[in-house]
């Protein structure tokens, strides 16, 4: 079901269809949409949200319409996905209907209790969220927590997925900003020798509070978004469900809920057939979610190259893939917006 699924997606997406056969791999799941934290570059600064958690009906749901599809769910959005007591009983549901997960998180309640617990489940891919090697970067980007605290916990966590040889992913990343922009190399430096971390990635910031003037070019539209054929959707606590995680932040409507119509509807919702033809019609940038979208766009042969494979492989090339379309042989397969074309190194991966 889930190659013939992805067929169906390539077919759509490299035809140009605007009408949809098929439904995304991969959905961003808002489980809660409570946080700990203030972030200024988080769009929760903008996007005032609930202390609210995803209801059972509404997570069900979801999972049982796109289980037969779906590859992977990412178990974030603009909570902090450890204050969802029942984070742990969604990863096993996700799991029993063959459904890989995925979280990030802040770190400031992975103490040795929640460790335990999270490694005792099949989570497929955990992102530890640590933005600076100082105690002065981390703290101005991550308001309220302690910079000592986390990167304890974070160690910890790594070393105990070390130590019972689990198989997740821990990756270790920092979004590479003002205040930070010169610790990329002692950061890489101290995770990359942290037993159970598999990964260190210096990522983009793609929002748009701390970047307000960054744009893609015109000439970046002659490939339509991936977004509008393969996914991710992302799917906020309420049930509401957006084309993609940014045009939930950027201020974009909801193109259907969950809870009020089925997942192949809402895929070809009238809103959601009309951004593919803009898209298709190289006008991606009339569409203003678009327009002010900070996501680097994939050439379609990554777009296919993603739908070939299931998207546990997909996971685990795309570091490889990452540094090769902005730094090697394959620059120009990844269309940044104009300011990160500007910097020599806006994101890094680092493969231990």
Known sequence: ????????????????????????????VETTAKCNLYCPMCPRETHKQPKEDMSDSVFERLVAEAGESAEHMMLIGLGEPMLDPKIYERIEFCDRHRVFTLLSTNGTLLDAAATERLLDTNLEHITLSFDGSTKESFEYYRKGAKF????????????????????????????????????????????????????????????????????????????????LWRGAMYVKHNGDIYPCCQSYNLGGQPVGNIGESGLPEIFNSAEMVRMRVAHVAGKAGEIPVCATCRTA?????????????????????LPLVERLAYFGRWSGLLRPVDDQRKAKQELVQIKK
């Open 1 to 28: 079901m889930r190659l013939w699924n992805r067929a169906k997606l390539l077919a759509a997406y490299l035809g140009r269809q605007t009408r949809v056969n098929a439904l995304p791999v991969e959905y961003i």
């Open 148 to 227: 000592e605290k986390v990167r304890d916990n974070f160690v910890h966590f790594a070393k105990r997925k070390q130590e019972r040889s689990s198989k997740m992913q821990v990756v270790a990343q920092m979004v590479r900003m003002e205040r930070n922009w010169d610790e990329v190399e002692e950061f890489t430096r101290f995770w990359k020798a942290v037993p159970g971390i598999d990964e260190v990635r210096i990522k983009a910031d793609e929002t748009d509070l701390m970047r307000p003037d960054a744009a893609h070019a015109p000439q970046d539209w002659q490939h339509p978004c991936h977004y």
């Open 297 to 317: 766009i994939p050439h379609p042969l990554l777009v296919a190259g993603s739908l070939v494979f299931h998207g546990r492989t997909v996971r685990k090339l």
